[in-house]
């Protein structure tokens, strides 16, 4: 006889997650492993292997993730305007930077909502921070909370404290004008952003180097860090029932991130890359049942199923 007592369906219950879990962690783990150079060329990330110097690349990757909102191919066509008029060192432009000649020579750069006074804004502050702490992983070091679960308080007392700098060598007043859209660049998790960009430079910075990310700062576990929350990542995580929220927001960011944990509670944000570039560079939408067929995902993926 079959036994049908609410105890016995958690039981059935519990192993069926078990085996889902499992089944998701190998998925995930095979995908992480077929990442390639192809995906790296179609992303903003690429710029900071363009340097040999860990100074470089923190810089390179400041102002990538920065700007790392919209369509991906106005990204990388930005992004090269940028660092072609910066020259061969990053850090070295910065640490020679000067708002007034950056105002002249960003003259008329254009990206979404930001435009050459922002980008002089993120220059100084990267100046400023490599000026106080000779670099920016040192600088954010000193807004870390390393007793918390994750880096939401790191991540609110950095961004507060980049926005208190002085910007009036660039704006004319030392307050960040009104109009201007700078403040966009560093969002806190306080307001309820998901702070994408900068949650996708912590995880480039902070995650081992593994051809992909770059393993310069020491001072964050990679398990406290928080997976960026694009529109792939929003659908895919979705899709596979890592999230039922619906609004991408810093609570949906954590809650990813949290189930994320339970496959791998050291490094959970190591699935970000190779799951958001199934959209970027494989074309993911959840519409096309052709291309669902061959994902690597498709048995537990809810867009996939007819």
Not at 242 to 253: H, I, N
Request: charge should be neutral; hydrophobic fraction near 40%.
């Amino acid at each position: 006889m079959t036994d049908r007592s609410p105890s016995s369906w958690r039981a059935v219950k519990s192993e069926w997650c078990s085996v889902k879990s499992t089944r998701l962690r190998t998925l995930l783990e095979n995908l992480y492993a077929a990442r390639s150079l192809a995906h790296l060329a179609n992303d903003p990330l690429s710029f900071c292997h363009r340097y040999r110097t860990a100074e470089d690349r923190e810089i390179a990757g400041l102002i990538a993730s920065c700007f790392a909102y919209g369509n991906v191919k106005i990204i990388l066509r930005n992004l090269e305007t940028i660092f072609a008029r910066m020259g061969p060192s990053p850090r070295r432009f910065v640490e020679e930077f000067e708002p007034a000649q950056g105002l002249l020579l960003f003259a008329g750069f254009k990206h979404r909502f930001n435009d050459g006074r922002d980008l002089c804004a993120l220059l100084l502050a990267a100046r400023t921070m490599i000026e106080e702490a000779d670099t920016i992983g040192t600088f954010f070091l000193g807004c870390h909370d390393e007793s918390a679960d994750d880096i939401t308080p790191s991540l609110t007392e950095f961004s507060a404290a980049i926005l208190a700098m002085d910007y009036s060598a660039v704006f004319g007043s030392r307050e960040i004008p009104a109009g201007s859209y700078f403040p966009f660049l560093f969002p806190s998790p306080a307001s309820g952003s998901a702070c994408k960009r900068l949650c996708m430079y912590l995880r480039w910075m902070v995650r081992p180097a593994d051809g992909i990310d770059l393993g310069l700062w020491h001072g964050v576990s990679p398990a406290r860090l928080v997976i960026p929350v694009d529109a792939h990542i929003q659908r895919i995580s979705r899709y596979l029932g890592l999230t039922r929220r619906s609004q991408a927001d810093w609570r949906m960011a954590r809650e990813i991130t949290r189930a994320l944990r339970e496959l791998d509670p050291f490094d959970p944000v190591k699935y970000d890359f190779p799951l958001c570039h199934l959209g970027i560079s494989e074309g993911c939408d959840g519409r096309d049942r052709l291309r669902c067929t061959a994902c690597p995902i498709t048995e537990l993926c809810e867009g996939g199923r007819p």
